[in-house]
């Protein structure tokens, strides 16, 4: 599994991002999803998707939107509307699963991350 991360950086209180995570794979069969890690704070999912299956966390419903693009195997993460608890580093990070509900709660494999930092 390799998974690549960018598009993370600096921003304003209510700007936006664009997280992209490149894979070598389409992961057709896997759940896909985003995580953040602040500092001294547990890793935590913050969206996820297995086909037409998507999930967020309360705390970024109406805000982010994940999508994924098939012909270019990527996933991407649309931030909007940041907030300096958004700040963490944000993974990609895939699971195998056969369906929707065998997607866990935490995914075994991911990226190296990318900083977000919102001031």
């Known amino acids: 599994v390799q998974l690549v991360e960018s598009g993370g950086g600096s921003v304003e209180t209510g700007g936006s991002l664009n997280l992209t995570c490149s894979a070598h794979s389409s992961y057709s069969s896997y759940c896909m999803g985003w995580f953040r890690q602040a500092p001294g704070k547990e890793r935590e999912g913050v969206a996820a998707r297995r086909a037409s299956n998507i999930t967020y966390a309360d705390s970024v419903k109406d805000r982010f939107l994940i999508f994924k693009d098939r012909a270019k195997n990527t996933l991407y993460l649309q931030m909007n509307s940041l907030k300096p608890e958004d700040t963490a580093i944000y993974y990609c990070?895939?699971?195998?699963?056969?369906?929707?509900?065998?997607?866990?709660?935490?995914?075994?494999?991911r990226g190296q991350g990318t900083q977000v930092t919102v001031s």
């Open positions: 990070a895939v699971e195998p699963a056969a369906t929707w509900m065998d997607c866990p709660r935490d995914f075994r494999w």
